[in-house]
């Protein structure tokens, strides 16, 4: 989990760490699934060390992670303001995929088509599992709007799969 | 029915349709092979011209194959007289199109309802159950509406309501979603879902890949022949938290 995230879930007021997990599942809906709780913890624990996050006790003066109250610290403060106002957007890898279709035309080493048909079905099992998890929920929920961000990413690389599949196969024509 | 193929709702062999001749021929459908189970829906995908309109023509008998057999239900339809075909066509597919196909001048339920009267049911019934597709695709309260005063959505939804006002065998639907927006194809996606839950068979040709992905079962064609065949069921899950950075 990355530092940033969790950080972040603190901005708004100090929290018990089970709020802060809430929060992400909120916001997270099933893409949340693969998170580990014991993660957010261990994060919560390194930002502690680092001064960006301070720990109070609960009154009861248990021990339990989730029964700490976790604030910002100005220090924290100060980092999650960088953060939001960074610019940085995941990058596509399309490099990678693209070469293999080159150097498997030019070696023989595969059918190009073949490489494009197997991608596209690993693609729209990808997308038919973002879908149904997206149609799944509510019309309000956030994590459907993050949903529908995966499916049309999806349906961005598909697209450029079509285009593969049309030049490989005017080459192989061509050839 | 001891036909071991009549399992099939579709069933196609060698199914061939050629244009022209000589240098000019096209091979628009060249030598496909198809079994499409009860409850099943497949989607066919490719890229414009490589005969998946045509195959879905030849599935649905709207068009006469070059060659090999088409059966719907156990029943050849390729060798069949033009009014047998036709009276198949109306009581055992409902077909689903990329531009609608509504009577301008009929309402939405009259739209619906126009199929059950031409195969003969009374007015009253085909009335009952016009507007009870239309309540299954959403559309109760647009009963009255003419076409021209629906979204697109909702004329497809009054489309796809009008294909299921005979209780086909099969759905055929021809890109059904190739010329809405992608709220409406939401819709459409839903109402598809829907479908599949309620076991209705359903073939869909479309490059729409929302739409492909709804599907128990891809078939990517090129060149008149499938080229690739995939279950999409037993999906990916687990894996979705990976394609927001959540997972490495």
Redesign the interface.
Known sequence: ?QQEVVLAMLAKEPSYGYQLRARLRDA?G??????NDGQVYVTLTRLEKAGLVAVERSADGADRSDRKVYALTPDGQQRVAEWIAEVRW?RPDLAEFHLKLIAAAAAGLADP??LV?TQ??????????????A?AEPDDSDAAL?LE???L???AD??WL?AC??RW?VRRSGS | MSDPASTSVVRARGLRKHYGGGEGLVRAVDGVDLDIAPGETVAVMG?SGCGKSTLLHLLGGLDRPSGGEVSLHGRRIDDIGEKALARMRRTDVGFVFQAFHLMDELTAVENVELSALLAGVSPRAARRRAEDLLGRVGLTDRAGFLPSALSGGQRQRVAIARALSNQPVVVLADEPTGNLDSAAT?DV??LF?SLHDAAQTLIIVT?D??I???ADR?I?M?DGAF??E?R?T??????????????D
């Open positions: 989990m997270l099933p893409l949340g699934d693969a998170m995941p088509l073949t048909d596209r079905r690993e693609l729209l099992r990808r997308l038919r599992d973002a879908q149904r998890a149609m993050l961000g995966v499916v990413r999806l349906q598909l697209r079509e599949e049309q196969t | 890229p939401l996606l839903r879902e490059h890949a929302r492909a992905a709804t891809l990517a090129r080229v690739d995939t999409l037993g999906g990916t899950t687990g894996q979705l938290g990976a394609l927001v950075g959540l997972e």
